[in-house]
């Protein structure tokens, strides 16, 4: 059983926690995740890091953290995150307050992400990264007062995480910012420092994975959402975006009413495109039919804009990252552009009537 906790939002109290029993303080800013279950255990799990990743090991070793389980190490920071406003104390507790929980420096960036054997040795402080979720080795760093997440990857997964990020700027959809980063890539904290609060689609629909499911549980929160919704599951079709998930998508919601603003800008996307070797089969698989059964649900027209093999390969031609020649594949930029356009072939082909693909100026 947890402790006695009270859970705030900024300053606020929105939640008592008393012998494990959740109590609610303020309805409309309670994480939809605890306002669904109740289960205060599962949402502090959800917020610590991924305890497969190997540098995720190191760190709890360099911290110096006696009790390693999920719960204990979200609480060594009060389970406090760069992107929201909610965190934990003690029930007794009245002293501490948010400023002082808050992240403003990051010492353990190197160690999180490359296992830096030279920010090992060093005293233990309040760290971002025993909040950051996620299964590769990554890290925040604060670079002129805004937090950027760095991760690690192949070069192959880097390519594709830049280039859907600008295949999805060309498509007018929200999208977190990226950069190449040496060898790294970097995307900017889109929640501007947690100016509005992100929360996982998880914490609405569970482990739901089925398109129109999905859709009408966004539906009954927010149609505008719903909307944007169905634009991003034509964009992972496009893009051969295995690796959508709950915890890979969500929403914004306002920290100090609650209301739910908008859909969150859309990223995590390297395990798409090329990231996993080159496609062999011809684009049909279940990305683009199951695409297909949602918009056929909905009833309603969509109009995207239309790419072309210019606009694919001005996209293509600055990415820094390399992707590996083969035996079948001797031209592998030339090859991702094709792909990409006969995907986005199949995808107008199968929804003729309910998918209008135009090109900019005819929108």
Not at 55 to 68: I, Q, T, V
Not at 78 to 99: E, G, H, Q, R
Not at 205 to 221: P, R, W
Not at 242 to 254: A, K, P, Q, S, Y
Request: with cysteine; hydrophobic share 40%; net charge negative.
């Amino acid at each position: 059983m947890i402790q006695d906790l009270l859970l705030l939002s900024k300053d606020t109290p929105i939640a008592r926690i008393t012998d494990g029993v959740l109590e609610i303080l303020e309805l409309s800013r309670i994480p939809l995740f605890l306002k669904r279950t109740g289960d205060m255990s599962v949402w502090l799990k959800s917020r610590a890091i991924d305890g497969h990743r190997v540098n995720s090991r190191l760190l709890k070793r360099a911290l110096r953290l006696e009790n390693k389980d999920d719960i204990s190490t979200v609480l060594t920071v009060n389970a406090a995150a760069i992107t929201d406003n909610y965190w934990v104390k003690p029930l007794k507790d009245t002293a501490i307050c948010y400023d002082d929980i808050r992240f403003k420096v990051n010492l353990f960036d190197s160690l999180a992400l490359t296992g830096d054997v030279n920010s090992f040795n060093q005293p233990p402080s309040k760290t971002p990264e025993l909040t950051n979720i996620g299964s590769y080795e990554k890290c925040w760093r604060l670079e002129e007062g805004s937090w950027w997440m760095y991760k690690a990857g192949k070069q192959e997964e880097l390519f594709s995480e830049l280039l859907a990020y600008k295949v999805g700027n060309a498509l007018g959809l929200p999208m977190a910012e990226y950069r190449s980063a040496g060898t790294f890539i970097k995307s900017m904290d889109f929640t501007g420092n947690a100016s509005v609060d992100f929360e996982p689609v998880a914490s609405i629909i569970g482990e739901e994975t089925n398109y129109v499911k999905i859709y009408d549980s966004l539906h009954g929160i927010n149609e505008s959402i719903a909307d944007q919704y169905v634009k991003m599951c034509y964009f992972d079709g496009l893009i051969l975006n295995m690796d959508r998930h709950e915890f890979n998508f969500g929403i914004l919601r306002d920290s100090d009413t609650g209301q739910v603003l908008s859909l969150a800008p859309l990223f995590d996307h390297n395990i798409a495109l090329v990231a996993r070797g080159y496609p062999s089969h011809a684009p049909g698989d279940m990305l683009i039919s199951d695409f297909s059964v949602l918009l056929q649900h909905t009833g309603k027209l969509l109009c995207m804009p239309k790419l072309t093999k210019q606009d694919l390969s001005n996209m293509i031609k600055n990415i820094p990252f390399e992707l590996p020649i083969t035996e079948e594949v001797k031209e592998p930029l030339d090859f991702t552009a094709r792909y990409l356009l006969k995907r986005q072939e199949v995808l107008e082909t199968q929804n003729r009537g309910l998918l209008h693909l135009s090109f900019p100026k005819e929108i």
